[in-house]
C-alpha cells in the first residue's frame, strides 16, 4: 500500500522539485496520494498544474491533488511535508534590512532577523502539528524544510512532536566534493556537525578514506573561495565551515555589505516572478533550468542526509536538549543518526557557542512559542 504525502506550503516555487524527487524514487517510495496545501489559491493553481504535468510524463501512478483546506490535507497523511513562509518575502525583505541599519547581520536564518522568523513561524508550524498529530496516520512523520529550520525543529521536538528537519547545505557540499573527486555523491561521506546553518565539515571521506587534509593543503585556496572566508582560518579551525559561518567570522564586513548590496530576498522575489510565468506554461513538464537559482530542496528518500534531531554529545554543552545536524538515514518508520557528528573540530567550539546562542536551543523555541502563539500568517 502507497502512502499519502501533504505537502504544506505546496504553492511554493521549490515544489517542481520536490515532485521531481517524488516521481523518480516512486520504487523506494510508493506514494498513492500527494496533496499540495496553500493559503494563495493563485499560486497553488499554477505550481499544482506544472506538477501534475511533470507526474504525467514520467508514468507516475499516484494522484496528485491541490487543496486549501488544511483538515482535509492532513487526513490520513504518512508524512507531512512543512515548507511555508509567514508573511512571504516581503516579510523577509524586512529580516534582512532593519537589522544592518543598527550594526547586525540581516539574514532569515541567523540574528534578529532569523529571531523575527522564528516568532512569526514557530507558532504556525506548531498549530500544524497538532492539526496533524490529530488527523494524520498514526506514527507520520512531520518532515520540516521550513526556516529557521533548527529552531522550528526544536519547537517541534520540545512539544513531543514525530519531527525531522532537513537542510541542503551538506548535500551541497557532498555533491561539491564528489564533482572534485571524481566520483558519485554516494561514495563521499561527510563528517558534518553543528547547528543549521552553523556547522562544519570535519572529514570528507571518499569510500572510507579521509580526504580533508589533502583537500585543504592542495586546493585550500578553491575551499576559502567557496565559503568566501580566509584560508588561514579554515587551516586553522581544521575544517570547512558552512557559507552561513561567515556571518559570525566576518560580521562587520557582512554588514557594510548588506548596507549596500540587493538582499535576498528581492532576488528571490524576481526569481520567483521569472518561475510562475514559466510554471504557467501548458506544454512545460519538467522543472526549468531556473529554479536552480532559487535553490533546491533535498528530496525525501532513504538516503543520508544533513538533517536535524535531538542527539548525544557532551554534557558541558546539554547537546542531548538541542536539534543538531548531523547525518541521517530516513526511512517511514525512523530517522537514524549516521556515524560520527556528535561536536565541531577543534578551533570550532568558539563559534559554536556563539552560533547556539542564538540557535537552536530549547529556551528559544520556547520563547517563540509563549512570545507569538496565535499571531498567524501566511504559508508560501
Known amino acids: 500500500m502507497g502512502l499519502k504525502i501533504a505537502v504544506v506550503g505546496g504553492g511554493s516555487t521549490y515544489t517542481p522539485e520536490l515532485v521531481e524527487g517524488f516521481a523518480a524514487r516512486s520504487a523506494r ?42 483538515s482535509a490535507a492532513l487526513d490520513g497523511a504518512d508524512f507531512v511535508v512543512v515548507q511555508l513562509r509567514v508573511g512571504g ?67 517541534l521536538l520540545n512539544d513531543g512532536h514525530r519531527a525531522l528537519g532537513l537542510c541542503n547545505v551538506a548535500i551541497g557540499f557532498q555533491r561539491r566534493f564528489a564533482r572534485h573527486f571524481g566520483v558519485e555523491p554516494e561514495r563521499v561521506g561527510l563528517e558534518h556537525v553543528g547547528l543549521n546553518h552553523l556547522s562544519w565539515e570535519r572529514a570528507v571521506r571518499v569510500d ?60 528571490v522575489m524576481a526569481i520567483e516572478r521569472q518561475l510562475l510565468e514559466l510554471y504557467r506554461d501548458p506544454t512545460l513538464a519538467e522543472k526549468p533550468a ?21 542527539t548525544t554529545g557532551p554534557a558541558t554543552c546539554r547537546w542531548s536538549t538541542c536539534a543538531t545536524r548531523v547525518r541521517c538515514r530516513g526511512s517511514r518508520r525512523r530517522g537514524r543518526r549516521g556515524p560520527g ?19 537552536a536551543r530549547p529556551g528559544r523555541a520556547r520563547a517563540c512559542v509563549r512570545g507569538a502563539r496565535g499571531t498567524g500568517g501566511n504559508q508560501r
Not at 506514527?139 to 524544510?145: P, Q, R, T
Not at 585543504?216 to 558552512?242: F, M, N, Y
Not at 531556473?290 to 534531531?309: C, F, G, Q, V
Open 341 to 359: 557528528g556528535d561536536r565541531p573540530g577543534r578551533g570550532a567550539p568558539g563559534a559554536a557557542r556563539a552560533a547556539r546562542a542564538g540557535a
Open 89 to 155: 518575502q516581503a516579510a523577509r525583505f524586512l529580516d534582512e534590512t532593519i537589522p544592518p541599519r543598527f550594526g547586525c547581520v540581516g539574514q532569515e536564518t541567523t540574528g534578529p532577523g532569523g529571531f523575527a522568523k522564528a516568532l512569526r513561524t514557530v507558532p504556525v508550524v506548531l498549530e500544524i502539528a497538532e492539526e496533524a498529530a490529530r488527523r494524520a496516520n498514526r506514527g507520520a512523520w512531520l518532515v520540516n524544510f521550513t526556516n529557521p529550520v533548527g529552531i522550528v525543529t526544536q519547537a
Open 290 to 310: 531556473l529554479l536552480e537559482r532559487r535553490a533546491a530542496p533535498i528530496t525525501a528518500r532513504p538516503r543520508r542526509s544533513s538533517s536535524r534531531r535531538c
Open 29 to 70: 517510495l510508493p506514494v498513492d496520494e500527494l496533496v499540495l496545501l496553500d493559503v494563495d489559491p493563485e499560486r497553488l493553481e499554477i505550481v499544482a498544474g506544472l506538477a501534475g504535468r511533470i507526474l504525467g510524463r514520467r508514468g507516475w501512478s499516484g494522484r496528485v491533488t491541490a487543496t486549501l483546506d488544511r
Open 208 to 267: 572510507g578514506i579521509d580526504r580533508l587534509p589533502e583537500l585543504l593543503e592542495r586546493e585550500g585556496a578553491l575551499v576559502a573561495d567557496e565559503v568566501d572566508l580566509p584560508l588561514e582560518l579554515i587551516q586553522a579551525v581544521g575544517a570547512i565551515p558552512s557559507y552561513y559561518l561567515r556571518y559570525y567570522y566576518a560580521t562587520a564586513e557582512v554588514v557594510a555589505e548588506q548596507r549596500e548590496g540587493e538582499t535576498r530576498a528581492e532576488a
